[in-house]
């Protein structure tokens, strides 16, 4: 692959690698979605090449991984066709002390929470910027919502104490658009105290098909440094 001399790439590379270090042959792979999480695909389809790793399969997220999945020859498949995902790698926003996330700046975060909660070790590539004391600190949490209820759904999440905003398209007029062709609302809450229950809250307002909001789902948590210029790998 491209070496890059920029010390924050070659921090993604190295997560991205460790990551994909992890995947053992015969191993069904939720495929996540984003910068750190395209290099983990790139390094399975080198390990793949290299005759290093062998008869995996890969069930994508989102359009981007499924395209950076078949560009570095990862075999796909579908969640119909397996019973089991053994090892999802995804990156997320933010990370807190307990290892809840806030994900969804991809605005993939709903096929992410399917592929990432059914697998049987879930592993979160991030760089150290995304660890916060408390989730909703930096990230706004994004819901996914059918166009059809945009405005109750708005108005719902006024009266629980958020501030939402419907996110729009860059280079694009008009809202961001999902794989799922539903729009994304990113909340602002003053303070997220109970994430766990939050989510729940979220997701039982009619019209909101899923918010970025993952509890209790990650096993590995590896964070991305750089220090003294050098990358840097650390497992929460």
């Known amino acids: ?14 997560v991205g690698k460790a990551a994909a270090a992890l995947v053992k042959s015969g191993s069904i792979v939720g495929l996540g979605t984003g910068s750190t999480t395209a290099y983990t695909i790139q390094y ?5 090449k ?15 991984s499924e395209v950076l999945a078949k560009q570095y020859g990862v075999p796909l498949t579908t969640l119909d066709a397996v019973d ?3 090892i999802a ?14 994900k969804g700046g991809g605005a993939a975060h709903t096929r992410e ?24 600190s930096v990230f706004a949490v994004p819901v996914e919502v059918i166009p059809m209820a945009i405005t109750p759904v708005t108005n719902a999440i006024k009266q629980l104490g958020g501030k939402p905003e419907l996110r729009m398209g860059v280079k694009k007029a ?22 766990v229950n939050l989510e729940k809250t979220l997701n039982n307002i009619p019209g909101v098909l899923e918010n970025g909001i993952f509890v209790n789902c990650a096993d590995i948590v590896l964070v991305g440094e750089v220090k003294d210029g050098q990358p840097l790998v650390r497992q929460l």
């Open 1 to 14: 692959m491209t070496v890059s001399a920029d010390p924050v790439t070659l921090m993604k590379q190295e």
């Open 113 to 136: 929470k399917v592929v990432d909660y059914l697998a049987n070790q879930f592993v979160v590539v991030v760089d150290s910027g995304k660890l916060v004391d408390r989730l909703g």
């Open 50 to 64: 290299s005759g290093e790793l062998t008869d995996i399969v890969g069930i994508p997220t989102s359009f981007q």
């Open 174 to 195: 008009g809202p961001v658009i999902t794989d799922q062709g539903n729009f994304v609302l990113d909340v602002r809450f003053d303070s997220i105290d109970d994430p």
């Open 44 to 48: 399975l389809g080198d390990r793949l």
């Open 84 to 86: 089991h995902i053994d």
């Open 89 to 102: 790698i995804d990156g997320a926003d933010e990370v807190d002390p307990q290892k809840n996330l806030i």
